[in-house]
């Protein structure tokens, strides 16, 4: 009986969690597309706009995306102005990425594309208490499957959004 439980557990949050990853990157293809860029174009920009000079291997970790990902994603955006390449001056065999003016003001123009995500206007309804619980659910979750480093890039960059509003260009 308590593997069927499990099964059941397993089954419920499964569909749960991937009907709202489905969702949410709907609605963040949706932005990004208002500004010619892939869901992951832009999340290559954020992270860059936070680790700008990462190494491949480093966005692959953070964007969770296997490195032969991200190289060709970086390819594909620096001929189009976003990204840069440039040898490390320690390490020959390594390259680090580095966001552009261009990339700098289209990642400044996907702060326009907020309104398409209804998850947003959803976490306003709730209590800040219920808020607070999911997410603590959902470190621990990522924590585990993902790893502190992952987590910690999390919230380094939150923080960096509070303490660094030019960064965003709010007032």
Known sequence: MEQLENYRKLHVLLNLI??????????WRKA?????????????????????????????????????????????????????????????????IF???????????????????RLLALLNNMKEKEVEEGTKILQYLVSELLGERFLEFVHTSAEQILNNKENLALE
């Not at 991937?18 to 609605?27: H, I, T």
Request: aromatic fraction near 6%.
């Open 99 to 117: 966001i552009t003016e261009k990339g700098r003001r289209v990642r400044q123009e996907t702060l326009k594309g907020e309104g398409h995500f």
């Open 32 to 96: 990004a597309a208002e500004v010619g860029l892939t869901p992951c174009q832009q999340h290559l920009l954020w992270i860059l706009s936070f680790k700008n000079g990462s190494t491949l291997t480093e966005l692959s970790e953070i964007g969770v995306w296997h490195v032969s990902t991200v190289m060709s994603m970086v390819e594909r955006m620096e001929r189009n102005g976003l990204v840069s390449k440039e040898v490390d001056s320690n390490d020959a065999r390594t390259k680090r």
């Open 18 to 27: 991937r009907g709202l990853y489905k969702a949410l990157d709907n609605d």
